[in-house]
């Protein structure tokens, strides 16, 4: 798989290092209702209420798209968004359920298209007032065999706003199934109503990485989108753009890392945010120097402070973040320590890191635990991965509360 085989070449050289300052805070695991074979898990928070999806096989052939929301003590019932045959699954393009502010819920997947299995497209279904599954609409019409996904999804007042990575500049090899194609992938975002109808279309930036997972929030008075972007020299520096109603803004970079890598790592930024409040985290290995950096805003990101080092140790990324209060922020992301791959968090302020970086889960390879994820609601802090005990064994999403500290 394409997504497997690029991120080789990003996590080879995080090897040789010395340990990270690492001290382990222990986790509560949950029991989460989830199916005995699962993966691609999504987290969202909306208040005292945590939401999780995930996607199991129906059959050799279907997927479903299922989900359920916990109030920090029981679980509501499990619910099915979507299912069907052809779904692109994957370990890092991964589809979400989320829960829109007027209650309806909106739900992505995404669906092989042609004969090379990079060509998919995106599919948005939302719940009409009943609460019952409408049909699902594709918010690109380009019409091309090529790439479409890594979806982030945010309501915009009463509307949905979905941005996505668009492939149809690139061209793909329709007699190589396992053809990688050339060619710019576009960051590309649609508004839709209830309905389903995309009343606007846009083009956020015309040459960005081909498979980092995107990054979006709201903040006071607009959306916020992070993403990993691309120069014609293959510089890879984390880029963003801002909503405001009438459009979308000209990119800019968040910091100038100098990343060049001629194949994607795989690898996007995550976004918190909080009003005007927005912390942003991300990966890069410029100059072959492995390092997971935090930066906030408290103007909507439209300005970021200066960078500060998370983990310069041996980080393989896949970060999250989430904000506590009262100028913290909690980070995470996925590290090679002594005693094997990990996944981490540390706190930090606008001002500097503080404390130790902590291990919340070991024993967590790269790769096989997708991309982790983690959110916080007035319960606590909660994180999202997949396991599978061997390479052999099936997969299935585990979940666990985190300490703040």
């Known amino acids: ?171 793909l090899d329709a007699d190589d199934a396992h053809d990688h194609g050339s060619g710019a992938m576009t960051l590309r975002a649609g508004l839709l109503d209830a309905d389903g109808t995309v009343h606007e279309s846009y083009l956020i930036d015309d040459h960005v990485c081909e498979c980092c997972p995107t990054s979006g929030v709201e903040t006071e008075d607009g959306l916020l989108i992070a993403y990993r972007d691309r120069t014609e020299d293959n510089i890879r520096n984390i880029s963003l753009a801002r909503y405001d109603g009438e459009g979308w803004s000209a990119p800019y970079t968040l910091n100038d890392d100098g990343w060049r890598l001629d194949g994607c790592p795989v690898n996007g930024p995550a976004l918190a945010s909080d009003g005007d409040t927005v912390v942003a985290s991300w990966f890069t290995a410029a100059d072959n120097e492995p390092r997971v950096y935090a930066s906030f805003s408290d103007d909507g990101g439209r300005t970021f402070g200066d960078p500060i080092v998370i983990d310069d140790d041996r980080p393989n990324g896949q970060v999250s973040a989430v904000l506590l209060g009262d100028d913290r922020a909690l980070i995470g992301w996925h590290a090679r320590t002594d005693d094997g791959d990990a996944y981490m968090v540390r706190r930090v302020t606008p001002a500097a890191a503080t404390g130790p970086a902590r291990v919340v889960v070991d024993a967590m390879p790269a790769v096989r635990a997708g991309i982790p994820r983690m959110v916080r609601t007035t319960h606590g802090v909660y994180l999202a991965w997949t396991d599978r005990p061997t390479s052999d064994a099936p997969t299935r999403v585990q979940l666990a509360r985190v300490g703040e500290g």
């Open 1 to 171: 798989m394409r997504l497997s085989l690029l991120c080789v070449a990003a996590l080879l050289f995080l090897t040789g290092c010395e340990a990270p300052n690492e001290s382990t805070w222990g986790t509560t695991d949950l029991a989460a209702p989830v199916d005995a074979e699962s993966g691609q898990p999504q987290l969202h928070a909306g208040g005292d209420t945590l939401r999780l999806s995930w996607v199991t096989p129906d059959s050799d052939t279907t997927h479903a798209l299922r989900y359920a929301a916990f109030d920090g003590d029981t679980w509501g019932p499990v619910r099915t968004a979507a299912a069907g045959a052809d779904w692109f699954v994957n370990w890092a393009d991964v589809p979400s359920v989320r829960t829109l502010p007027d209650g309806r819920k909106a739900a992505h997947y995404l669906v092989s298209n042609g004969p090379n299995i990079f060509a998919y497209d995106v599919r948005i279904t939302q719940t009409d007032a009943a609460g019952n599954w409408q049909e699902a609409i594709t918010p690109h019409h380009d019409g091309t065999q090529t790439e479409h996904g890594f979806v982030s999804m945010l309501p915009w007042q009463g509307n949905l706003m979905a941005v996505w990575l668009d492939g149809r500049e690139m061209n």
